[in-house]
């Protein structure tokens, strides 16, 4: 299987354009070089390093880190494309129908961990694929922050909206609630921060959700909705440019707005001790993770997220009347940031 075939569909689908995936490819690359050349921009002293890689089942990528800038203390944002005969398990049992056939996919993901602490850990990702007779567009972006602003979070969320609402005025309530469910660590039972945008197998067809848990708030929402008018590859492809074009606008504010507040050691170890939280989640839950590992991707690019300092305390409490305890009791629980006002 090369990077150019294209697979057949079935009639309940709408054909992906011919050059499919030359044109998600070159997306995917792009919106990885605007926000590189943004993000050195803004830190002013870390530049991006660049590592290609091959995998020797086919494809391959250029994973690009910054490390000990002026804003970000690691950050990397990564491109790959790989293809193969067989989807991992994890993606089979969503979508069974790809057995047996062989796949495609592309996509930009990035995780940034800012120096200081009142600066939110951000973290992007989209991708596509195409497998036999599907195809299917995911990704999303949300914010973990160590400090609780509610102005970054109502600001981060509102930009995102206005991105989906330009497209369809159901897709931020629903991928807002499926980004609550998944960003969640249940043995934790907090969110990993204050959210933003989830999807994933949208093909343009159905109901929104195409999730596992039908019991959650998101499947809840999207079945009153029901099935929504069928949409077309192109008409999700532009969809999903306009949200990855949304991520500078939405976190750039937000490092302008805090790089210059002064911050102590309560602040750092708080922030350290919260991080602890994130490498729970990727190597636990993170289904880019366990996707990247069960298909033999770069072990270096896939663990690229992983923040590089972190620290665990044993039963840790927040002291009351405290930012540390606002931001367990109000931003770690899912809330309607765009209708927040000062």
Known sequence: MTASQTPT??????????????????????????????????D???????????REEGGGGRSRVIRDGAVFEQGGVNFSEVWGTQLPPSILTQRPEAAGHGFYATGTSMVLHPRSPYIPTVHLNYRYFEAGPVWWFGGGA???????FAEDAAHFHKTLKTACDNHHSEYYPVFKRWCDEYFYLKHRQETRG???????????TGELYKGPHP?????????????????????LFAWVQECGHSFLPAYV??????????????????????????????????????FGLQTNGRTESILMS???????????????NTPEAE??????????WTNWTH
Do not use: H
């Open 9 to 42: 569909t079935n009639p309940n689908r709408s054909l992906p354009a011919t050059d499919s995936r030359d044109r998600v490819k070159q997306f995917m690359q792009q919106i990885q070089d605007t926000i590189c050349d943004s993000l050195a921009e803004l």
């Open 44 to 54: 002013g002293a870390g530049q991006f390093q660049e590592d290609s890689w091959q």
């Open 142 to 148: 949300d914010l973990t922050p160590y400090y609780p």
């Open 194 to 204: 204050v959210g933003g945008l989830f999807f994933d197998y949208q093909d343009g």
């Open 215 to 235: 019991e959650k708030a998101a499947a809840i929402y999207s079945k009153e909705l029901g099935a929504v008018e069928p949409r077309t590859w192109e008409q």
């Open 253 to 290: 504010p937000i490092v302008e707005r805090r790089r210059d507040m002064n911050y102590g050691d309560r602040e750092r170890n708080f922030q350290l001790y919260r991080r602890g939280r994130y490498v729970e989640f990727n190597l636990v839950y993170d289904r880019g993770t366990i």
């Open 306 to 320: 992983l923040p590089p300092l972190v620290r665990w305390e044993y039963g840790y409490q927040p002291e009351p």
């Open 327 to 336: 931001l367990y009791e109000t931003f770690l629980k899912p809330q309607d």
